[in-house]
């Protein structure tokens, strides 16, 4: 070797040895700062939401936890809960719509300070496929540290929630810890932290407000004067709902107007309540809506009313529209018959809700004369309900047989389904009350 390249090939290899300890000093740094989180793997039961039918998910969730490896008495730190599987895959019934589902739990902290730590990720999942595996978001949450030693974390029951409705699941065996923060004794300053610790999960909204009570019946019957046109009164009909998740309430005012053509109406009926705004993206001609109303008086029976499917997609946050219901009566009996609200459904994205009215009320009376193959005992006009019973005629419930009679895209009940977790979901938010 020449003698005047060793001092360059020496400084060349202080060089290289230099670079490797600032890189080491660097990656102890990183390691020092941020704790190190393992994966913590627990048996989960899950419970669906009450009322589907279906049984318990018992499952397996997999979890890191994330925070600061060191910090001192008085700081507040931030940590962050990341699921690497979630308890059950998404079940074969329908597909998840993206950004419907939201997590929240609670991380316990103890050692040192004991603690539960409320954490919640934000609304945030791609499309998931039926059968598909459940993507759940990060959730976020801090915690302000009070005592010096060694504070452990572990992850405990959390919560899906999609579309307003919880899925709920619960640790089923002693989990170990997935992070842990040495405290030092501090000052009492409070370090820095990125925000206030999250909120915990919403538990679900109830149905739309109930109304005022059962209006009184219609005014004096109409009909067999020379019009064709006929008005009834705007009514409030309380509804009980069946869905795939149990048994929910509301309450719409109706309106039944008929017209005249030769002896029999063409009926519309329109719901006054305004529209919710759709918490999920709904496509084209996936709502259909109708509803059987309900005659009484001299007639007897029911006609079946329906509307056009939505003909545009309905975005998230937008209102979802309520379309008139129409039908035709053909009369029946001769004498005074009257018009009430029954029996609604909605079918939607694969689910169908059956509507109940609590009570009903007459919203119109017409003088009607009796037409060959009328609605009267359920006798063979095809607009007539052949399996309903007689309805009362002032404002009595009416019993209106099968549970496939009508449908519904009214009420500001529809807003789509989810499954989460192993229970299929037809969800109810409120709707404004007025347009």
């Not at 959730?139 to 060694?150: C, V």
């Not at 009430?340 to 004369?369: Q, R």
Request: aromatic share 2%; net charge positive; with cysteine.
């Amino acid at each position: 070797m020449p003698p005047e390249r060793a001092p360059a090939r020496r400084r060349t290899a202080a060089a290289g040895a230099a670079v490797m300890l600032t890189g080491a000093a660097v990656l102890l740094g990183v390691t020092a700062g941020q704790a190190q989180a393992a994966e913590v793997s627990y048996a989960t039961k899950c419970v669906p939401p009450s009322g589907i039918g279906l049984p318990d998910v018992n499952g397996t969730t997999k979890v890191e936890i994330t925070a600061p490896a060191t910090a001192k008495v008085g700081d507040t730190v931030d940590v962050v809960w990341k699921f690497t599987q979630a308890a059950s895959k998404n079940p074969d019934i329908i597909d998840l719509p993206a950004n419907s589902v939201q997590p929240s739990g609670t991380l316990k902290a103890a050692g040192a300070q004991s603690a539960d730590i409320a954490m919640q990720g934000p609304r945030e999942n791609p499309a998931i496929p039926k059968g598909g595996a459940m993507t759940l978001s990060d959730m976020k949450g801090s915690l302000k540290l009070t005592a010096a030693g060694q504070v452990t974390l572990t992850p405990d029951a959390y919560v899906v929630n999609a579309l307003s409705t919880d899925t709920r699941c619960t640790p089923t065996q002693a989990v170990q810890p997935s992070a842990t923060i040495t405290v030092a004794a501090g000052g009492g300053s409070s370090g820095s932290s990125s925000g206030s610790p999250s909120q915990s999960a919403s538990s679900t909204p109830s149905g739309p407000p109930s109304g005022s009570g059962t209006p009184s019946s219609s005014s004096s019957p109409t009909g067999g004067s020379g019009r064709t046109d006929f008005t009834g009164k705007v009514v409030d009909i309380p509804y009980t709902c069946q869905s795939p998740i149990g048994e929910k309430k509301a309450t719409s005012p109706v309106q039944i107007n008929a017209r005249k053509n030769g002896g029999s109406y063409g009926l519309t009926v329109r719901f006054k309540k305004s529209v919710m705004n759709s918490p999920i993206d709904i496509p084209a001609n996936s709502v259909k809506p109708s509803m059987q109303v309900t005659l009484g008086g001299s007639d007897k029976g029911s006609v079946k009313v329906t509307g056009p499917a939505n003909q545009a997609p309905v975005k998230q946050g937008a209102p979802i529209e309520i379309p008139d219901l129409t039908g035709t009566y053909k009369p029946g009996a001769t004498g005074e018959s009257t018009l009430s609200p029954g029996v609604l459904v909605i079918e939607a994205l694969g689910t169908t809700t059956t509507c109940t009215p609590d009570s009903t009320a007459v919203s119109l009376t017409l003088n009607t004369e009796e037409q060959a193959g009328g609605a009267s005992g359920g006798g063979g006009s095809s607009s007539s309900s052949s399996g309903g019973a007689a309805a009362t005629g002032g404002g009595g419930l009416a019993e209106t047989g099968s549970g496939d009679h009508g449908a519904l895209k009214a009420l500001g009940l529809v807003a789509g389904t989810a499954v989460l977790l192993g229970g299929a979901v037809f969800t109810f938010l409120p709707g404004r009350r007025t347009r």
